[in-house]
Nanobody
Framework: QAQLEESGGDLVQPGGSLRLSCAAS????????VGWYRQAPGKQREMVAT???????DYSDSVNGRFTISRDSADSTVNLQMNTLKPEDTAVYYC???????WGQGTQVTVSS
């Protein structure tokens, strides 16, 4: 079983919404801050949002107010609710356990009409 596994990527129209889910191992979910990162073609990977084990969240300026990160202890998932999507949100979205080298395989989000 992968330690981090993303799902939920899709093609969505501008202004639409999408929810990404990251299934984490119980160990990572319990002890690590987990973040969502994204990488668009030709660009560097960037932080989107992170959430600590105690629930404190942090967002990049580009998504603050549009995206919400959350933790669900029932199934050890870290979710990213994305609203008011823009074409510039198009990227591969990755889940990452901070302070480790552990990354998920990524899920593609495409925002286009």
């Amino acid at each position: 079983q992968a330690q981090l596994e993303e799902s939920g990527g899709d093609l969505v129209q501008p202004g639409g919404s999408l929810r990404l889910s990251c299934a984490a191992s119980r160990f990572i979910f319990t002890f690590n801050t987990v973040g969502w990162y994204r990488q668009a073609p030709g660009k560097q990977r960037e932080m989107v949002a992170t959430i600590a084990t105690y629930g404190a969240a942090d967002y990049s300026d580009s998504v603050n107010g549009r995206f919400t990160i959350s933790r669900d202890s029932a199934d050890s998932t870290v979710n990213l609710q994305m609203n008011t999507l823009k074409p510039e949100d198009t990227a591969v979205y990755y889940c990452h356990a901070l302070d480790t080298s552990i990354w998920g395989q990524g899920t593609q989000v495409t925002v286009s009409s």
